[in-house]
């Protein structure tokens, strides 16, 4: 059978083929739908390639949607072509993770095994959209959290380095100096100069 979107004639053959390659070329000229897991996707879904009698192709996303079919959490065939960047939805989650884990130990294999990437391509994919590698990342948070604690706290420089996530206080140290230009004793002491004046 062949399918004709506006002056465009795909074969269903031809759409077969682009949805093994995931081919990113043909999203939104037609949406493939997996009868057994009820999920329709865009051509170029990287989720595992089903079987060819499994797949049924729709035209538009309101065509598999009245049939029945949800939209994919993985390529999100429901957003709009312009609106949809999945790396950057991708590491905004990772960020989101981070963000809350960041006092924690960080083992971004198990975060890379989790989003289903490779530890490479988490982090070309991470420098790419925040100019900085995860550990980098990570680095800044603990530092700006420990900058909140040492101007608003009395806690040790030791007690703060570790609650913030540091192994070691001369990595702490070594991370502080790198990120703020002064040491954190030094950082503590002309806070507290700025907040006597203010």
């Known amino acids: 059978m062949v399918i004709i979107q506006g002056n465009i004639v ?7 083929n682009v949805v093994i390659s995931c081919n990113k070329y043909y999203d939104g000229l037609f949406y493939y739908a997996v009868k057994t897991t009820g999920i329709f996707c865009r051509p170029s879904c990287k ?3 089903p079987l060819k009698e499994n797949i049924l192709f ?3 996303v309101d065509d598999a949607i009245k049939e029945g079919f949800r939209p ?4 999100r ?10 790396n950057r939805e991708l590491i905004e989650k990772i960020k989101e993770k981070l963000i809350q ?5 960080i083992k971004f294999r198990f975060i890379s095994k989790e989003f289903g990437v ?7 994919l991470f420098k790419e959209y925040t100019g900085l590698t995860p550990n980098e990342y990570v680095s800044q948070i603990r530092i700006n959290k420990a900058m909140q604690l040492l101007s608003k706290s009395n806690d040790t420089i030791l007690e703060i380095a570790y609650d913030v996530g540091f192994k070691s206080l001369s990595n702490f140290y070594k991370c502080f100096k790198q990120n703020a230009g002064i040491a954190p004793k030094e950082y ?8 006597i004046k203010v």
């Open 10 to 16: 795909i074969s269903e053959d031809e759409k077969w």
């Open 47 to 49: 989720a595992k390639t």
């Open 58 to 60: 729709f035209n538009s």
């Open 72 to 75: 994919c959490k993985l390529c």
């Open 77 to 86: 065939p429901d957003i709009k072509e312009h609106n949809f960047e999945p």
């Open 101 to 105: 884990n960041y006092n924690k130990p």
């Open 118 to 124: 490779s530890i490479s391509h988490l982090t070309r």
């Open 188 to 195: 503590r002491k002309r806070n507290s100069i700025i907040e």
